[in-house]
């Protein structure tokens, strides 16, 4: 049997030479176009009246970064084929992703966002004509957004035997009641499209009961119950919606590949989305670690600066090391599914999930700690960046199934 | 010397007999008379319009319950003293406020809230007869509430030396200059006055600089900037207010104990406040356990029950272990206080403030992740804990000032 | 239910008057006559020729000392019984084994010395008059030694259903088969007798499968295979023997209170045995913080005492924290058995057992880790405190059983 | 700046393919020639009377090893050179001396253990050709052994100026005098020569008033005081010994180098010593978790087997993906050696050998867990793996140092 572990083409973690000139743009991109609208388009959106929708002004900073984006052909090079996208290699994608991580802005003016980026590589991968032309079109455009929607609040749903929301066929319509909750971006205005998973059918193996139907989000029936908080925050307008399906109708001709199908297309996406989350994270790391490292050496307690007492200097450390072991596992995650397939990569990807988002919270946290009150303060980043990367540990599959993964097939091995 | 580890009269860690009926009041109180109220309280303030002022109704169901706490008797029973309160010892109260950690509600309808407390103690230990009359009075009486401004922004607070708000005099008055933040309670409509922590001198002991001055929050000059953010959210109506002294103009007498006596007045709160703080952590570390166990033995995946996954049950007990520990730790720190006195107990307030927000925050995380989403969702207390707690462990002191006083205490030991 | 965490009973943690003066006695005996000799008797220890047997004077300088504590009647008080020892309580005990647990001799001087506690606390409850007079009696003067053999090499000994050696009755004489390792003490030239657990039938309910059955260890068929070595050290000359039983026979009158009863007399021993463990590693905690802190403070690097460089104060602060904690948890657990009994108290127990090893071995490390190389060698007790407590993380049930019981039970309050 | 986390160059952590038949070859000798020896080689050791030489049979077996490893051309490959060695680049020996570290004895079948490499990597480099005909070529044919003469006991050697043991000129002899400890090897009949650090002068900067000077063992006033214990063991014959330098008068041409070169000639050892170190900690950290996984899958308790208890799955999991980054981690600081020289390289050396010993020491310690007594018994190599990493924490410069060089470069990047 070959052993993942020591396959001698997975030890070639550079990037591409074709792709460092894209990795160089977006890196200019960020710090042209990107950082300087940051501070403007949330201080815009904080003095809105009405949560759910933007600010004036706000779309028009983001539109007009997008445009900057689209016209350097810095767009959609998430998609990993050569007719759609630039066909980057996974490999590539996370050094640039990396970059994405450190702002919270620059994967939207690349049209580069999750879920988006999931959503659009399904359609792209098994859509039909019509389907592609109705939302991978706009899509692709970044003319509007989409949702996913997996989770449920009744089921511990890290075990996909327990889907409960339910489809059924009526004539040449597919009718699904059910709940669905944490969808996030479905409280955007400019979200038009959900992927929702459901079940179609209590017979057969396990895997094959499940179907992924597209349900425009303005069906009667499609009741939006209110937006979910994360940690007292509820991400207004985007939000992280609590959705009821209420006898929701869509034509027979929404579901995506086949009835039955739907674990086949989620393996599809959530390697490469677990993996991109990954990505994202480790940006997110060094950002926590460059702010402490700024504070700590700005500011002085007792006689000395902050980053010199006590352990503080030996956190530092112990951050980089981690930051650097992260990624290096992220880049090998990332290479194992260029070379392997998704399938076969799968324990790769499980092993990353399982290790950066669990450390990059405690390197966060201890940016925080050494901030003070400052350090959970809407004043720096890091109350936000501990946030995503906290809620990262059971998206996608809670931490503890990824170890299951990795150790089940550690046991295969011997 | 006498060893504060090894002394006998520290070992009887038993509640007073004279104590057990309040405390069986108390949960009786909390039981029959908070609980009931706590859904509807905060659903009334999800609903109101001006964020900064509680929504009708609110204050009603929290007063009906103070006029219950106060005609059982159960009303101020923090102060240590016989004539204006029940005269708990710190080591009965540690029992109470253990169970009051575990209500968001049951402090305030007791009066026992943060930074009352400390307030009203100081007052009663060193106000004038006056400053008595027109603040302890109404406060003792739960009719206003106060704040406590002692943090700074631009500075690392947890070295004294560093307070730059300034106070000089000018003729009969105070005025005052500088900038505050974080002040927990500023924002509350009903909140009147600020003990205030200012630097009156550049000159002699570094401890006898500092000052603490009554400002009535109306006064002129008072500049409330805005809410401070706790992870996200600005808790209003109550708010952690960022607020600016531009000349703020205060009489003369309105200064505690005298010049230069700010620290003098710290020591006084600074160590039953910790403990107090402690004392409803450990209520805090027991509510995230039961979740815990509630929600691993009612879900299931993988055809067994959450609790019995993995290592879920190991963090079960990990977490008894630990909450017994910190409840141990809480109990004869406070029980030092009521033999040693506060300054030579100092070492055990620092002992049991260095570890119990630290695990407790561990507790709570854990209960987070057994729960998925839900647990950082609004439909579990977890996350608010969390941030509480989480909180605590830069609030008075953070862990590191904590574990230097320890460590220093144990080298002069040897 | 009562709630065994929160019995009132249980809060009063002092050493009982009566128990001082032997509390008191205990240190001054260990000050007196066994620090002198200790150094003396290791040094004998390692000029010898034969490792299996004492080095001439080393039993000498052992006797006196015990001779000593006898005629002060520092003797047998591990029995809770008034005619046969002082009759401590398990609190008062708790006290004096912390101290014990500070020296490698001192048990021995005072015939406090596992396993011979447990086994003659065995004897005494449930032996007859005829076992007592033979083994119990040599056994409370401290004339000879005795094993307890319970550990099999070849199966997971946490679960007891496993026990696989074997007693068949034939005629009036048991004849014994199987293996045991990890026998400590069986090397000793004065260990003249083993209680030894066996199988003495596969039917029935699982917990009345096993008898305990006294076998002299020269009984022919008793082959002592050779010692098992402790991370490299075979403790020579006691010794922890990989035994042998072959067709070993011994007489009808040698079980304990009846076949079948084996479990009956474990849970006897083994409640009070794992809270004596934990008692005296509390003790080796207290030395191993000792010595960091002096090493700390007596050497220098980068122009300051080690102890003020990084995180060392703060390891010593956690320390510190940690050990009181482990101390108010195994007085506890203590005074559970005195209050609740032993059956009863079990969770208590558990509690400490999981907790005390395994926070002492990181305390043992991390003196280890401060004093570089000499941390490791024969110049300081650092690294056979690391053997003795790191061993007792899986002795008398691994700390992942104990946390088992804590686990369960916290679901059973629920 | 350029930036050693981001450098391109340092992304290709691929063996070459020249190394590969290399690679492949040392794991056939290893399989073919040196496992099958192991355990006679052990066990003939234990029957030997005098510790201090090695018993009949040991070498020979050694010896027949080494001759098949020669006459292979697997010999000195550690040498970065192409005349005295194959030139090995430190990224192609990462990957052999991972697995290295698996086996006890492989290291010595090809002449690469430590100390000899890092003795001959510094003859080869600095050696004055008289000092090369008499020491190097032995070395390099196997023939001697030497050792390496650097910690003293009574100071932090962590800091090098602490440095005792002084060399004065008289005529044409240095004379030595001082202490050294831990030199591990020195009790090795085959043991020849020591190179020796020695202060030289107390003035000028302190990095020149050291030397290295080569000490024949047999010199008159070379006084072995005797072994120093790893956790109780001596590891004769070759031992860890305690060595005084009586007035040892040495030729003045035994100096390297040249007077107040001593701290040059140590940067040219340490970084690719302490990698090889690092490169076979990888190695016992695979052996640990193959012996935790195949124990945990015969073994049984509770009605499973234990691997799947509990959280001993998790443990697995994570001992790999911890095994993983760590390999990352250790080819990219080879790399690093490689394309940016010792010098530059050194904080990845840092950053590697403050990661690995650590975190393997945790991978060692779960396996014992797992094991039970057997784990620290002589029937698995569990206790000696443990110590034997345990001890790295502090050889070579402890944790916290090699922190303290990662952590500044961090602020430096800032």
């Given at each position: ?12 973690l ?14 200019r ?8 609208i ?8 904080e ?31 998430f ?15 996370a ?13 939207e ?8 980026t ?13 389907q592609?032309h109705?939302?991978l ?32 066929l ?12 944490y969808?996030?971006g479905?409280?955007?205005?400019r ?40 940690f ?6 985007r ?15 929404n ?6 199908r ?9 390697g490469p ?15 926590a670690l ?25 956190l530092v ?7 650097e072991?992260?990624r ?15 399938r ?6 499980s092993l990353?999930?399982?290790?950066i988002p ?7 946290d ?17 109350a ?12 996608d ?13 550690e046991?295969?091995?011997?």
């Amino acid at each position: 049997m070959s052993n993942i572990f020591t396959l001698p083409e997975l030890d070639d973690l550079r990037m591409s030479e074709a792709a460092r000139p894209l990795f160089e743009a977006v890196k200019r991109h960020i710090a042209e176009n990107v950082a300087p609208i940051t501070e403007e388009y949330f201080r815009l959106g904080e003095g809105r009246t009405d949560r759910w929708s933007f600010a004036p002004g706000q779309l028009e900073l983001l539109d007009a970064a997008k445009a900057k984006a689209k016209a350097a052909g810095l767009w959609n090079f998430f998609l990993p084929d050569d007719e759609t996208g630039q066909g980057l290699s996974n490999l590539d994608y996370a050094y640039i992703a990396a970059e994405l991580g450190k702002s919270p802005l620059a994967s939207e003016t690349l049209n580069c966002s999750a879920p988006d980026t999931g959503n659009m590589e399904v359609l792209e991968r098994v859509g039909t004509p019509e389907q592609k032309h109705r939302w991978l079109e706009p899509l692709l455009a970044g003319e509007i957004r989409s949702a996913y929607a997996m989770t449920e609040p009744d089921v511990a749903s890290s075990d996909a035997k327990n889907i409960r929301t339910r489809a059924r066929l009526d004539g040449d319509q597919w009718v699904i009641n059910g709940e669905k909750y944490y969808i996030s971006g479905a409280g955007d205005p400019r979200c038009k499209v959900m992927i929702t998973m459901v079940r179609t059918s209590d017979e057969g193996p396990v895997s094959q009961q499940q179907s992924q139907i597209l349900v425009p989000i303005d069906t009667p029936g499609v009741e939006i119950v209110g937006p979910m908080h994360v940690f007292g925050e509820d991400h207004a307008p985007r939000g992280h919606m609590h959705i009821r399906f209420n006898d929701v109708r869509v034509p027979r001709e929404n579901i995506l590949l086949g009835e039955g199908r739907g674990f086949e297309i989620s393996q599809l996406r959530l390697g490469p989305g677990r993996i991109h989350h990954c990505m994202r994270t480790i940006g997110k790391a060094e950002v926590a670690l460059d702010l402490m490292v700024k504070r700590g050496s700005s500011r002085e307690a007792f006689g000395r600066s902050l980053i010199m007492l006590g352990k503080n200097l030996e956190l530092v450390s112990r951050a980089r090391i981690e930051i650097e072991a992260m990624r290096l596992i992220v880049l090998k995650a990332a290479k194992a599914m260029d070379v392997l397939g998704n399938r076969e990569a799968r324990v790769w990807v499980s092993l990353a999930k399982a290790m950066i988002p669990e450390k990059t919270c405690q390197i966060i946290d201890q940016a925080i700690q050494l901030h003070g009150a400052t350090g959970i303060s809407q004043w720096t980043p890091l109350a936000e960046l501990y946030h995503d990367v906290r809620h990262l540990r059971f998206a996608d599959g809670p931490d503890e199934v990824h170890h299951m993964v990795v150790g089940r097939h550690e046991l295969g091995l011997h």
